[in-house]
């Protein structure tokens, strides 16, 4: 059962950049879609992007388009999240998945999930 570790999380003011990790805790995490997701106060967990098995496909939120770029190291057992141009409306908890089936953006479908690391953009 694989485990999934985020990190990278913090303030920022808006118009910075962040880069958060999710590291695996299994050799094979290469055998798992992986996406990344988000929950601000109040709101329901939404999808931010996805990433195949290889890296070859993504597909992103279009709120995030062209401002967030999710890319993965089998190597190192790694997917990250490159976020560029940070708005306040990106502040939320951001969450680490994967799973073993289809790369989606419905949360439900996966069943690995980190424990979280906190985004904050703020002046």
């Known amino acids: 059962q694989v485990q999934l570790t985020e990190s990278g999380g913090g303030l920022v003011q808006p118009g910075g950049s962040l880069r958060l990790s999710c590291a695996a805790s299994e050799q094979t995490f290469s055998n798992y879609a992986a996406g990344w997701f988000r929950q601000a106060p109040g709101k329901e967990r939404e999808f931010v992007a996805v990433?195949?098995?290889?890296?070859?496909?993504?597909y992103y939120k279009n709120s995030v388009k062209g401002r967030f770029t999710i890319s993965r190291d089998n190597a190192k057992n790694t997917v990250y999240l490159q976020m560029n141009s940070l708005k306040p409306e990106d502040t939320a908890v951001y969450y680490c998945?994967?799973?073993?089936?289809?790369?989606?953006?419905?949360?439900?479908?996966?069943?690995?999930w980190g424990q979280g690391t906190q985004v904050t953009v703020s002046s």
């Open positions: 998945a994967a799973t073993t089936g289809a790369p989606t953006s419905l949360p439900d479908t996966y069943g690995y």
């Open positions: 990433i195949s098995r290889s890296g070859v496909s993504t």
